[in-house]
Nanobody, 118 residues
């Protein structure tokens, strides 16, 4: 089974940058979609950005132009480059991997805290 481990969260000032990493225990080549979600207390988890196996990307409107999702198949790792961070970006960020079809699955990482504050 694929396991996901996030890293790179922390405390950053408004306007700053962070890069989150999501390392998979197995190959991500066969993963249909990998995504970054975030959640704050009392709110539903929301999709921030996703990247399909072919490389197409999708972003929630609030992060377009500021966040970039990418992947390195050789390292089985997905990244989320977060620039121009705002206090409202504060959340626990989770990595997700979905494989469609026979033997499909959805896996979550344990989450990493991102706090944007002065």
């Amino acid at each position: 089974q694929v396991q996901l481990v996030e890293s790179g969260g922390g405390l950053v000032q408004p306007g700053g940058s962070l890069r989150l990493s999501c390392a998979a225990s197995g190959s991500i080549v066969s993963i249909s979609v990998m995504g970054w979600y975030r959640q704050t207390p009392g709110k539903q988890r929301e999709l921030v950005a996703s990247i399909a196996s072919g490389g197409s990307t999708n972003y929630v409107d609030s992060v377009k132009g500021r966040f970039i999702i990418s992947k390195d198949n050789a390292k089985d790792t997905v990244y989320l480059q977060m620039n121009s961070l705002k206090p409202e970006d504060t959340a626990v960020y989770y990595c997700n991997a979905i494989r469609y079809g026979v033997g499909g699955f959805s896996r979550w990482g344990q989450g990493t805290q991102v706090t944007v504050s002065s």
